[in-house]
């Protein structure tokens, strides 16, 4: 036994992990103005541009890169048709919560954005629309007074303006910080929705990862007509609360878009590529029907 | 906190460790005492009956209502039954029946609501969790009948709202509402459940501080050392308050009605621009 120790190991050990692994380990897919970025997913180093070509999807597995509110109203409106509402509305601490203002400011600084949703009107392949788009990069896309009360004003103006809704849902729930103000958004941009119903106006939402909690809860699952992006976080509990509460691990495509599809709660899984000509035609066909 | 031993101003935690004691009253304590010849009605039509979720019609004081609670057990067995008044999907689903089904025989509703929050499991994501709160928060908030909530205990995020979007919102001297359970809070926040009682103080969740905030309308005083000293004098007040709110908000129109009702949760949150 003692001989072994000192034996030439005839293997060597071979990473079933791509070896470029490490190569890039500075260049996380958060840092902006990197060259490369490397896939959440399959790990493969993406040029940034290509990247940006692709939609911001992995050009080898597919994998959707999270976009931030101002790409996607890029992505999703036609050029310079954009009007954008409330868009100087903040948050205030209602309950004096500690280090709130601050956490707020630094995103602020960071994203360019005043909260965690934009919210405006404008043109989907020449149709008229009023758009929510929230963002996960400012605090979780979490829905504090300002998300709920944008999202609210967004629909009373396109009861107004007659116009359909879409909302790009993006959200880790609640603004915990912000407490029961914003549980009552849940009720607050539900019955607006409900308004909206009532006024025989659309409302599609587009599910986008992540949506949980309180989201999910509310205006998300409301949709007259529900898209996903694929691969998508779906859900109401938190993973890890789940696994607490039962005592065992989930299976891994558990909460996945593609696991609500098939339990009956979204219509359709749509790739990026093709997402701003399925809502066009989803909205053209809406249309057709107001002028019977 | 031993039972009957209280300090003057109790804080939010103190409040939390009352209405979680087990001789807290639970809804059908209430129902039993309010109202006369409850009915209880089961299921929701699409998959089964939760147990976690009690409904049903009565009479209050002669006029016709329906009823629906949060139902938590008081041992072991009734928990195991009542899932600790943690509802799954089914559970709002059979209370949007009975609501849709007091809409059409113009029924004011009357819901008492005491749980932690929806039950989480893989049961609860499979049907929709999500989408079953959803539907209630929207369907209640034009509901065209009278709707009264109380919360009498816990009243405990998404879970506690989707019985919660009405006229009138009530809560018990004791009981609080919150986003999420203090546990959870602190979870989230700080990574740290045990930091449940430093959350539950800061969180703002006990009835007067949310009746200062307009987020609810009224608050029930409950007998000296919480409910559970004298449940027939409670439920006696809760009677006298509901009788005259129902017969008020029953002279109002329908429209009137949802209007206002559109317009509370419309108004709150906090900002500036």
Not at chain 1, 164 to 182: D, L, N, W, Y
Not at chain 1, 216 to 233: H, K, N
Not at chain 2, 83 to 88: A, I, R, T
Not at chain 2, 189 to 212: F, P, Q, V
Request: net charge neutral; proline share 3%; with cysteine.
């Amino acid at each position: 036994m003692i001989n072994n120790i000192f034996k030439k190991n005839k293997y060597i050990t071979v990473s079933k992990e791509p070896i470029k692994k490490d190569v890039n380990v500075e260049n996380k897919p958060s840092i902006p103005g990197g060259m490369w970025v490397k896939c959440e997913k399959c790990g493969q180093i993406i040029y940034n541009e290509d990247l940006d070509k692709n939609f911001k999807v992995c050009p080898y597995c597919g994998y959707h890169f999270r976009m931030n509110a101002r790409e996607r109203v890029e992505f999703i409106i036609d050029e310079d048709t954009f009007i954008e509402f409330d868009e100087n509305m903040q948050s205030v601490n209602p309950l004096d919560f500690e280090g709130y203002e601050g956490k707020i400011q630094n995103l602020m600084d960071k994203t360019g954005l005043k909260e965690a949703v934009v919210t405006g009107r404008g043109k989907i392949h020449g149709s008229d629309t009023v758009i929510c788009v929230m963002d996960s990069f400012f605090m979780m896309g979490s829905m504090g007074s300002v998300v709920g009360e944008k999202i609210a004003r967004a629909v009373e103006k396109a009861i107004e303006y007659k116009l359909p809704v879409i909302i790009f849902t993006t959200s880790g729930g609640a603004r915990m910080q912000e407490g029961m103000f914003s549980l009552m958004q849940m009720a607050k941009t539900s019955a607006a929705i409900g308004k909206l119903g009532e006024a025989g106006l659309l409302y599609i939402t587009v599910l986008t990862d992540p949506t949980t909690g309180g989201v999910t809860a509310s205006f998300a699952s409301l949709g007259d007509i529900i898209l996903s992006e694929p691969g998508v976080l779906v859900g109401f509990a938190g993973r890890r609360v789940i696994e607490q509460t039962i005592k065992q691990k989930l299976p891994e495509d558990f909460q996945s878009a593609e696991f609500l599809i098939e339990h009956g709660f979204i219509d359709k899984i749509v790739h990026r590529r093709e997402l701003k000509s399925t809502i066009k035609n989803i909205l053209v066909i809406h249309r057709t029907a107001d002028r019977r | 906190m031993a039972v009957g031993e209280f300090k003057a101003k109790k804080s939010a935690w103190d409040r939390l460790t009352l209405v979680r004691m087990i001789e807290r009253p639970t809804a059908l304590d209430y129902i039993n005492r309010i109202f006369d010849s409850f009915i209880e009605f089961h299921g929701d039509r699409y998959y089964r009956d939760d147990a976690a979720i009690v409904g049903g019609i009565a009479l209050l004081d002669g006029i016709p209502v329906t009823v629906i609670a949060h139902q938590k057990g008081r041992n072991i067995n009734e928990n195991i039954k009542r899932n600790f008044g943690m509802p799954e999907p089914d559970g709002y689903r059979k209370a949007l029946r009975l609501m849709k089904q007091a809409e059409k025989f113009h029924r004011p509703v009357i819901l008492l609501v005491d749980t932690k929050g929806a039950h989480c499991d893989m049961e609860a994501e499979e049907r929709g969790q999500g989408e079953a709160i959803a539907r209630n928060l929207l369907e209640m908030s034009k509901l065209k009948t009278p709707s009264v909530s109380i919360v009498i205990g816990e009243g405990g995020s998404g879970g506690a709202l989707a019985l919660a979007v009405s006229d009138q919102v009530w809560m018990l001297e004791n009981a609080i509402y919150s986003v999420l359970s203090p546990e959870g809070f602190a979870g989230i926040l700080w990574k740290d459940g045990s930091r449940a009682k430093e959350a539950a103080n800061i969180m703002r969740i006990t009835a007067k501080e949310l009746k200062d905030f307009g987020i609810i309308d009224k608050v029930i005083k409950e007998p000296y050392g919480g409910a559970h000293k004298n449940v027939d004098k409670l439920a006696g007040d809760i009677k006298k308050n509901l009788i005259s709110t129902v017969i008020k908000l029953s002279s109002m129109t329908i429209d009137e009605l949802v209007e206002n009702r559109y317009n509370k949760f419309r108004n709150m949150g906090k900002y500036i621009e």
